[in-house]
């Protein structure tokens, strides 16, 4: 605005007084012009006017200006002087002038700004397209590159590990079809001669075992002398006549199918040759040969003065018990069917003891009364059961009370022809292949057989048949749950009930207290007769064993097996 104001005053001195007014409009003019121009000029583009390289683009601008806005005002100047009307000429002026300004202008600004545009663009698009072609190169390179390098390494790895393969499996094949041939031969030849020391080793072993056996059974007066048994079915026997085998007596054991021989034997006879000899003609598992072994009845302790448990008051029954008819079978002594608690029991009886021998009773009474008397102030476990007693024992002056394994065998093999769903067997002895023989024929009819323990004390042997598999070993407890101090013990026990201190009926009349295990056994078996007729295809030994009350140490023990007898549980 000073370069304007300064031009118009220098230029036109003389005519001051003249022009003043158009002076003053021109100021006006000039101001207005300016201003015009700097708001028309758009921001955007000013900043990207490059600047001179000498001065800045404003100096530059303004005598551009200037130059045109005094070419102008020259021109109509003289127009003005001469012609009428200033308010006419100031606007023809401001409207040349803003013409002239603004064409230059852009004139110069499109030049300019063409001309940075155009290079930075090439620059920039030169740069971009340089940058992205190295990056596009790079990459492709260095993918491709990458990507050789790979397949060559990945190659050369598999052709390795190929061939490391190929070569380990080659050996690995080798060894095995020679370690499996050599393992073949090694392991035929040693079954072969596993099988063949096994079989010698049983054999020696064997008659070791017998021939101490015998000897302490001698010893102990747990043999009758100078007789062996045979226990086969009926054509092993046929077969052994056709070999010269004679035998004295031979009994039919219908109940289980078998046939029972005794035969005389001179007292220096072994009984291990004979069972080999049988074997030899018939065959290992078709014939059993054994000793006619002795057993005893269990052992009887108390006193007359003691008061003595009612069998009822020391266990508790469901009352079903009363009306059911139970059948139970008894391997014993002989009973006293005449006492008064027993006068209308249904007792059947039998003897398989010698003829003529002499046949105590005072066992056999005691046992059945525990389950089947039924008297004014005595009653027994199952008042209406049905009772089949087999006598066995007969008194012997030497011994006492015995039974021998003919006695049993064919005792049992009546009891299983009658039908009877339990025995109940108060009696211990030795272990014996025809006993125990028999007793596994009794379990695949589905027979209980459950027997006494033993009265031998805390470290005394097991005793049989309590101690064989197929049997029900029973132990005696008190009133509060304690063993008897006399009881067997061992992993063999299967169950404790009451047997200490019981009330029971004497032979010849009256009553008397007994203690021992094989008074506990009547309970067992009263129990699982009712079981096996409450539930016919149930098992009853493993319904007795869960409802079993746990003494002891926790679960199955060797002190009262799986624990006391609860039969309201079972």
Not at 25 to 43: E, G, S
Not at 146 to 169: K, L, N, P
Not at 214 to 219: H, L, Q, R, V
């Amino acid at each position: 605005m000073v370069i304007f104001n300064s031009l118009i005053v220098n230029e036109y001195k003389p005519h001051r007084g003249v022009f003043l007014g158009v002076q003053v409009h021109a100021t006006a003019l000039l101001c207005a012009v300016c201003c015009i121009l700097f708001l028309a000029m758009p921001q955007l583009v000013l900043a990207q006017v490059p600047a001179w390289p000498d001065e800045p683009a404003e100096e530059k601008i303004e005598e551009s200006v200037q130059e045109a806005v005094e070419e102008s005002i020259d021109e109509y100047i003289d127009e003005l002087v001469v012609g009428p009307g200033v308010r006419r000429y100031e606007e023809k002026i401001e409207e040349q002038v803003e013409e002239s300004a603004t064409e230059k202008l852009e004139e110069y600004l499109e030049e300019t700004v063409a001309e940075s545009v155009a290079t930075d663009v090439e620059d920039s698009v030169e740069e971009s397209v340089e940058n992205s072609v190295e990056e596009v190169i790079e990459d492709t390179i260095e993918a491709n590159l990458e990507a050789s390098v790979e397949h060559v390494v990945e190659q050369s790895v598999e052709d390795s590990i190929e061939e490391v393969v190929e070569e380990s499996i080659e050996e690995e094949v080798a060894q095995n079809l020679e370690q499996d041939l050599e393992g073949s031969l090694e392991q035929e030849v040693e079954m072969q001669v596993a099988d063949a020391v096994e079989e010698q080793i049983e054999n020696e072993i064997d008659a070791i075992l017998e021939s101490i056996e015998n000897e302490f059974e001698i010893d102990e007066g747990r043999i009758h002398k100078d007789q062996w048994l045979v226990m086969a079915e009926p054509e092993v026997f046929d077969k052994l006549a056709e070999e010269g085998y004679l035998f004295a007596t031979i009994t039919d054991l219908p109940g289980m199918g078998m046939r029972l021989a005794e035969v005389a034997a001179p007292a220096s006879f072994d009984i291990t040759q004979v069972r080999q000899g049988v074997i030899d003609v018939v065959g290992k598992e078709r014939a059993e040969v054994d000793l006619n072994h002795i057993y005893t009845a269990g052992t009887r302790v108390g006193s007359p003065s003691e008061e003595g448990v009612a069998p009822r008051a020391a266990i508790s029954f469901p009352a079903d018990i009363d009306q059911m008819s139970l059948r139970i079978g008894m391997i014993d002594s002989d009973v006293d069917t005449t006492h008064p608690s027993l006068a209308s029991a249904r007792i059947q009886t039998r003897s398989f003891t010698p003829e003529g021998a002499e046949l105590p009773d005072f066992h056999g009474t005691a046992i059945a009364s525990i389950i089947v008397a039924d008297a004014a102030g005595y009653k027994g476990l199952a008042p209406k059961a049905e009772v089949y007693a087999a006598s066995v024992f007969e008194n012997d002056r030497q011994r006492g009370e015995i039974a021998s394994t003919v006695s049993l065998v064919r005792a049992l093999d009546w009891l299983m022809s009658s039908g009877v769903d339990v025995v109940n067997v108060s009696l211990a002895g030795p272990p014996n292949r025809l006993l125990e023989a028999a007793l596994g024929r009794a379990q695949e009819h589905g027979v209980l057989i459950l027997a006494a323990a033993g009265n031998g004390g805390p470290v005394a042997q097991p005793m049989y048949p309590a101690a064989y598999d197929s049997v029900v070993a029973v132990t005696a407890v008190d009133a509060g749950g304690r063993v008897f101090r006399l009881a067997n013990r061992g992993a063999y026990l299967d169950l404790a009930a009451p047997g200490v201190g019981l009330l029971h009926a004497k032979a010849g009349g009256g009553y008397t207290v007994s203690s021992g295990t094989s008074f506990a056994v009547p309970f067992a078996a009263t129990a699982a007769a009712r079981l096996r007729q409450l539930q016919p295809t149930a098992n009853a030994l493993e319904l007795l064993y869960d409802s079993a009350e746990d003494l002891g140490p926790p679960g199955r023990d060797e002190i009262y097996g799986y624990g006391l007898l609860r039969p309201g549980k079972s």
